[in-house]
Every structure is written in structure tokens, then in C-alpha cells.
Nanobody, 123 residues
Framework: VQLVESGGGSVQAGGSLRLSCAAS????????MGWFRQAAGKEREGVAF???????SYEDSVKARFTISKDNAKNTLYLQMNSLKPEDTAMYYC??????????????????WGQGTQVTVSS
């Protein structure tokens, strides 16, 4: 399984970015997938999640600003990030769970991880 993120970069506060996570050896339509982030000196935190049946969940600070989605035909996971804030600055990772999970994907254990893409938001 390989997950490859792209789309990170540097933007000013209020700007937008769209992250992509191209999957190989894994079908994005299958099970839980999610976006996580880790800021310098902080623990990794979950940001947005999507289940195989497309049920969504978000961390409170990004609700109404970030949107997770997937394109099954392209086998790619996305994170649209709008109204970015300096506190959104972090390395962003996509992750995938091997096997079914019927609860909230924010509570799942993830087996596969991408290498990360850096998002930097300046004020």
C-alpha cells in the first residue's frame, strides 16, 4: 500500500489549499481514511475522516472550513482547506485503515500512512 500526498504549500491567512492523497494497493472506497496533521512541537491530531460509506467527521477547529472527499475512480482522497489560519500550519498526512470499521472513523486505528505534505499559513 502506498499513499502519496501532494498539494501543500505556503499561503496567507484566509487562503485556500487542496491536498490530494493518491492511493495504490488500496481502494479509497473501502474503509476509513483520514487526514492528520502535526505541528512543530505538538502531537499529531486527526483533522477529517471519511468512512467507506462516505460518512464524514471533522475535528472541531476545522468544521465549516475543511472538506474531506474522495474520488473512487481516481482512487484519491482530498482535503479542501478554506479560510486557512496560521494555527493550521503543520505537516499533513493521509492515512488508511486496513479492514472494516463501523464506528466513527476518528476513533479508528490507522495502518497505512503517507509521507506528509507541509502546509504553512502566514498572518
Amino acid at each position: 500500500v502506498q499513499l502519496v500526498e501532494s498539494g501543500g504549500g505556503s499561503v496567507q491567512a484566509g487562503g485556500s489549499l487542496r491536498l490530494s492523497c493518491a492511493a495504490s494497493g488500496y481502494s479509497v472506497s473501502s474503509y476509513c481514511m483520514g487526514w492528520f496533521r502535526q505541528a512543530a512541537g505538538k502531537e499529531r491530531e486527526g483533522v477529517a475522516f471519511i468512512r467507506g460509506d462516505s460518512r464524514l467527521s471533522y475535528e472541531d477547529s476545522v468544521k465549516a472550513r475543511f472538506t474531506i472527499s474522495k474520488d473512487n475512480a481516481k482512487n484519491t482522497l482530498y482535503l479542501q482547506m478554506n479560510s486557512l489560519k496560521p494555527e493550521d500550519t503543520a505537516m499533513y498526512y493521509c492515512a488508511a485503515k486496513a479492514g472494516p470499521y463501523f464506528g466513527d472513523c476518528s476513533r479508528a486505528t490507522y495502518n497505512y500512512w503517507g509521507q506528509g505534505t507541509q502546509v504553512t499559513v502566514s498572518s
